[in-house]
């Protein structure tokens, strides 16, 4: 299947943890993205990375940490988990002559 | 500075109804704009790309740059029809999608 896959898909935890979000495409796209939905559904970008340089990088806590060791992975680091992180986090895949994205199925993270 | 407004958060028809959802988009350059829809707690999925001009389970969007408008319409909604629908707009070649805040589509039978 060519997809983009995420794991996990469903993540719970306490605060104060450290969790990680991995992402693969095998579409062979190389610009890749994180996205944030939050509770109220509302979808904003967190970064950007365009073969496996960091392109965008939106107003997010440096708590939330990406790393993408090749051009199919992207996968997002969070340190020190508090509660307002809960939400859903998409992964995203494009190629670079246009916008249009393919998405993963998301994480569902909750953080009690 | 790339902005989309979807004004309306909840929309809610009868089924064989006609739906409309608005969007309106804020861009300096070429856009390029996109409806995407989420059905419940799955992934977001490509629904239409305004350069296709295609029709996509009924659905069709016309980019008004004159209006600068992107509104998606079907003329007989279906309740399979009933999820969240997001207006997206990417500009020039490389650019991320800014996405609108969604509307919720519910079609009741």
């Known amino acids: 299947d060519t997809a983009v896959s995420q794991t996990p898909k469903y993540l719970v935890t306490q605060m104060g943890n450290d969790k990680s979000i991995k992402c693969e495409q095998n579409?062979?796209?190389?610009?890749m993205y994180w996205y944030k939905q939050d509770s109220k559904k509302f979808l904003k970008i967190m970064f950007s990375y365009n073969n496996k340089e960091l392109i965008i990088n939106e107003t997010v806590p440096n708590r939330f940490s990406p790393k993408s060791p090749d051009k199919a992975h992207l996968n997002l680091h969070i340190n020190s988990l508090e509660l307002g992180d809960s939400a859903v986090y998409f992964c995203?895949?494009?190629?670079?002559?246009?916008?249009?994205?393919?998405f993963g199925q998301g994480t569902r993270l909750t953080v009690v | 500075a790339q902005r989309v407004t979807q004004p309306e958060k909840l929309l809610s028809v009868f089924k064989g109804a006609p739906v409309e959802l608005k969007c309106n988009y804020s861009?300096?350059?070429?856009?390029?704009l996109f409806w995407y829809v989420q059905y419940s707690r799955q992934r977001l999925q490509l629904l239409l790309r305004h350069i296709s001009r295609e029709s996509i389970k009924g659905f069709t969007a016309d980019l008004n740059k004159g209006e600068t408008s992107f509104h998606l319409k079907k003329p007989f909604a279906q309740e399979e029809d009933s999820a969240m629908y997001y207006c997206a707009l990417g500009g020039t070649s490389g650019s991320r999608l800014t996405f609108g805040e969604g509307t919720q589509l519910t079609v009741n039978p």
């Open positions: 579409l062979g796209h190389d610009t």
């Open positions: 861009y300096s350059g070429s856009p390029e």
């Open positions: 995203a895949s494009s190629h670079h002559s246009t916008p249009e994205a393919f």
